[in-house]
C-alpha cells in the first residue's frame, strides 16, 4: 500500500532580537516559513505552496507578521532623543555666541536645559568643547530645526525656547542680535510669532525681578 498526502513544515529561517509586542521588551525570535509538502510514507519529497512567513517569539511564543521586525519603539525613542540633543545643542550655543562668546553662565544653563529634556548630565567642560565647532558652523538655524521640528509637541518647542531665552540672559544682557536670533528660532521651530514674543517678554521680565530683588 502506498500511503501518501500533505504536510506543513515551519522552517526557521531567521533568528535573532526583536522588540515583542507582547512581552513589550526585546525577546528572542524565530522567523519561520511554513510550507505544504507532497509526502510519500511521510517523507516530505515535494514542496508545495508558501503559506507565509511569520515571526515567533521565543519568551511568549506569541506570533506576528514579518514586519514586526522593523518596530522598535526603544531604538526610535533613542534615536529622538539624540536628534533633540543635538539639534539643542547646536541652537543654544549659537545663541550663546550670537552676542560674541559663550560665557561659563550661559554653558551651566544650557546644561541644565539639555538635563531637562534628555534626563542626561552634559557638563560645562563637554559643551565648551563644542563652542568652536558650532561657531564654524555656517548652517542656518532653519535648517538645523527641520530635522526635529516635527518631532517637538507644543511644550517640547516651549521649553527649548524658554530654554534658549534663559541663555541669552545668563550674562544679563539681552541684546539686538540674540532678540533677532531669537525670534529665527521661533520661526523654524513653527511657533505662532505671538507665542514667541510672549516667551520673549516672558523672559524678559522675569530677568528685570531677578535683577530688581
Request: glycine fraction near 6%; aromatic fraction near 8%.
Given at each position: 500500500m502506498?500511503?501518501?498526502?500533505?504536510?506543513?513544515?515551519?522552517?526557521?529561517?531567521?533568528?535573532?532580537?526583536?522588540?515583542?509586542?507582547?512581552?513589550?521588551?526585546?525577546?528572542?525570535?524565530?522567523l519561520?516559513?511554513?510550507?505544504?509538502?507532497?509526502?510519500?510514507y511521510?517523507?516530505?519529497v515535494?514542496?508545495?505552496?508558501?503559506?507565509?512567513?511569520y515571526?515567533?517569539?521565543?519568551?511568549?511564543?506569541?506570533?506576528?507578521v514579518?514586519?514586526?521586525?522593523?518596530?522598535?519603539?526603544?531604538?526610535?525613542?533613542?534615536r529622538?532623543?539624540?536628534?533633540?540633543?543635538?539639534?539643542?545643542?547646536?541652537?543654544?550655543?549659537?545663541?550663546?555666541?550670537?552676542?560674541?562668546?559663550?560665557?561659563?553662565?550661559?554653558?551651566?544653563?544650557?546644561?541644565?536645559?539639555?538635563?531637562?529634556?534628555?534626563?542626561?548630565?552634559?557638563?560645562?567642560?563637554?559643551?565648551?568643547?563644542?563652542?568652536?565647532?558650532v561657531?564654524?558652523?555656517?548652517?542656518?538655524?532653519?535648517?538645523?530645526?527641520h530635522?526635529?521640528?516635527?518631532?517637538?509637541?507644543?511644550t517640547?518647542?516651549?521649553?527649548?525656547?524658554?530654554?534658549?531665552l534663559?541663555?541669552?540672559?545668563?550674562?544679563?544682557?539681552?541684546?539686538r542680535?540674540?532678540?533677532?536670533?531669537?525670534?529665527?528660532?521661533?520661526?523654524?521651530?513653527?511657533?505662532?510669532?505671538?507665542?514667541?514674543?510672549?516667551?520673549?517678554?516672558?523672559?524678559e521680565?522675569?530677568?528685570?525681578r531677578?535683577?530688581?530683588?
Amino acid at each position: 500500500m502506498i500511503i501518501f498526502g500533505m504536510t506543513s513544515l515551519k522552517h526557521v529561517k531567521e533568528k535573532g532580537t526583536f522588540y515583542c509586542p507582547q512581552c513589550s521588551d526585546h525577546k528572542d525570535y524565530k522567523l519561520r516559513e511554513p510550507r505544504r509538502w507532497f509526502h510519500l510514507y511521510f517523507i516530505p519529497v515535494i514542496p508545495l505552496d508558501n503559506l507565509g512567513r511569520y515571526v515567533e517569539c521565543k519568551q511568549c511564543k506569541g506570533t506576528f507578521v514579518e514586519q514586526v521586525l522593523q518596530h522598535d519603539p526603544v531604538a526610535d525613542h533613542n534615536r529622538f532623543i539624540g536628534e533633540v540633543e543635538r539639534a539643542t545643542r547646536w541652537v543654544t550655543l549659537k545663541m550663546a555666541l550670537a552676542d560674541g562668546a559663550a560665557t561659563d553662565d550661559e554653558l551651566i544653563e544650557i546644561s541644565l536645559l539639555l538635563k531637562s529634556l534628555i534626563n542626561r548630565d552634559v557638563s560645562v567642560q563637554e559643551l565648551k568643547e563644542q563652542v568652536a565647532q558650532v561657531a564654524g558652523d555656517q548652517r542656518s538655524v532653519e535648517d538645523y530645526m527641520h530635522a526635529v521640528v516635527g518631532m517637538l509637541n507644543g511644550t517640547g518647542k516651549a521649553q527649548v525656547m524658554r530654554g534658549l531665552l534663559a541663555v541669552a540672559l545668563a550674562d544679563g544682557n539681552f541684546d539686538r542680535e540674540e532678540r533677532a536670533f531669537a525670534k529665527r528660532c521661533g520661526d523654524a521651530l513653527l511657533l505662532d510669532p505671538a507665542h514667541t514674543r510672549g516667551l520673549i517678554a516672558e523672559a524678559e521680565d522675569h530677568a528685570r525681578r531677578e535683577q530688581a530683588a
